[in-house]
């Protein structure tokens, strides 16, 4: 009869190399790996007596290492917010937006004066019809046509393939 310590060593000596292959698949890291393993094996040590049946190691041991995975994830503290607290920014909604934006102002910047005047003094200012003939001394209805014309031409540039952007309407 083999005592405890022949049986351990004996054990770890035929399945060490299959528990770390099991392990390391488990976790993909070979350091964490190693830990869990150990602490595996520590854990059989201690409660060897209970192992009854040698052939059924292989199972016994692999259940002792998905535990003592699982116990990482209990002691692991994380670090938890409120979500009510905490603004996420869509990186790639803003990054489209940000494109976006650079596009709009290169068409606008890319209207004749005559249009991107009027344009710019409605959209961003807030200036009304009647306010922009003022600040440019045109006639109402001439700032509104402008104003109808430039319109149509950002959305024909947005429509239309760069090469032909902007070379009708007005």
């Known amino acids: 009869m083999l005592s405890k310590q022949q049986r351990y060593e004996a054990l ?17 890291d070979k350091t964490v790996a190693e830990d869990i393993v150990q602490e595996t094996f520590l854990r059989a040590w201690k409660s060897l007596d209970s192992l009854k ?15 003592e995975n699982a116990r990482r994830f209990e002691r692991k503290q994380f670090d938890l917010v409120d979500m009510d607290d905490v603004v996420l920014a869509d990186e790639i909604q803003s990054n489209e937006q940000d494109l976006e934006h650079r596009e709009l102002h290169r068409l606008i910047n890319g209207l004749a004066d005559e249009y991107r ?8 200012f807030g200036l009304s019809g009647d306010e922009i003939s003022v600040q440019l001394g045109l006639n109402k209805n001439t700032v509104m046509t402008r104003l109808f014309r430039a319109r149509n031409q950002l959305k024909e540039a947005l429509e239309q393939p760069n090469e032909t952007r902007g070379s009708q309407n007005g």
């Open 117 to 124: 005047e009027p344009l710019v003094l409605q959209s961003i």
């Open 53 to 67: 049946d040698e052939k059924a190691a292989k199972s016994w041991l692999i259940t002792i290492l998905r535990r």
């Open 12 to 28: 770890v000596h035929a399945l060490h190399g299959d528990i770390f292959r099991y392990a390391y698949w488990l976790v993909k």
